[in-house]
């Protein structure tokens, strides 16, 4: 499977935009950028995925490099709720049953 | 509304003895997912099953054991040949396989053998 790499944590002010990167420099064309997020003790949330295109939705914006060697997960005004594990994730055909996770970023938000 | 129940949320166990998680959905979702999450690690698949009475090993599946008898049931039972049981259990289901398609979580059990 095709690795990601993210940072560990990154923190943000509450109402500021924010910028998640995720390097994946050995992806496939057939894979797809997913982003899952983890709120403290509950199960993980779908926020985004993209193949190629750039993609918005009413959670987040997901940028993707030219090379789709990169992308990165934007929350545009990040809230006290938006404070939790966030995990970027390659999923292609052959792998599509599951979803491999890293340790993903952890987000601090503070006020 | 629409989603998946896990219960219960704790869950104590002692050690030799088999348990058994309960996942429902409700979404009529094709596939389902058995993951499990050690502190501070992502999640790791155990079972997964893409229609009734059919299901795949995952990556971790030794100790465990699944079964899918109805769409909307995915009970999973930990047995005492599972030599680390203690976790957070996730259950997951997804409309189907594709990669496009996104995985809806359960709140998870967390399970504490003694």
């Known amino acids: 499977d095709a690795k990601t790499t993210q940072p560990n944590s990154m923190e943000s002010n509450e109402e500021e935009p924010v910028h998640l990167p995720c390097n994946h420099s050995?992806?496939?064309?057939?894979?797809?950028i997913h982003w899952y997020r983890q709120l403290p003790s509950q199960g993980p949330e779908y926020v985004i995925h993209?193949?190629?295109s750039n993609v918005n939705n009413r959670m987040a914006s997901l940028a993707i490099a030219e090379d789709r060697k990169s992308s990165t997960l934007i929350l545009h005004r990040a809230t006290l709720r938006d404070a939790a594990v966030y995990y970027c994730?390659?999923?292609?055909?052959?792998?599509?049953?599951?979803?491999?996770f890293g340790t993903g970023t952890r987000l601090q938000v503070t006020l | 509304d629409g989603g998946i129940t896990q219960s219960p949320k704790y869950l104590f166990r002692k050690e030799g003895q088999n348990v058994t998680l309960s996942c429902e959905q409700n979404?009529?979702?094709?596939?389902m997912y058995w993951y499990r999450q050690d502190p501070g690690q992502g999640l790791r698949l155990i079972y997964y099953?893409?229609?009734?009475?059919?299901?795949q090993k995952g990556d971790i599946a030794e100790g465990y054991s699944v079964s899918r008898e109805k769409k909307e049931s995915f009970p999973l039972t930990v047995t005492s040949a599972q030599k680390n049981p203690t976790a957070f259990y996730l259950c997951a289901s997804s409309i189907g396989r594709g990669p496009h398609n996104e995985q809806f979580f359960g709140p998870g059990t967390r399970l504490t053998v003694l």
């Open positions: 050995t992806i496939s064309g057939t894979d797809y």
């Open positions: 099953s893409q229609i009734v009475n059919d299901f």
């Open positions: 994730i390659l999923r292609n055909t052959g792998t599509a049953s599951k979803l491999t």
């Open positions: 979404l009529n979702h094709d596939a």
């Open positions: 993209g193949l190629t």
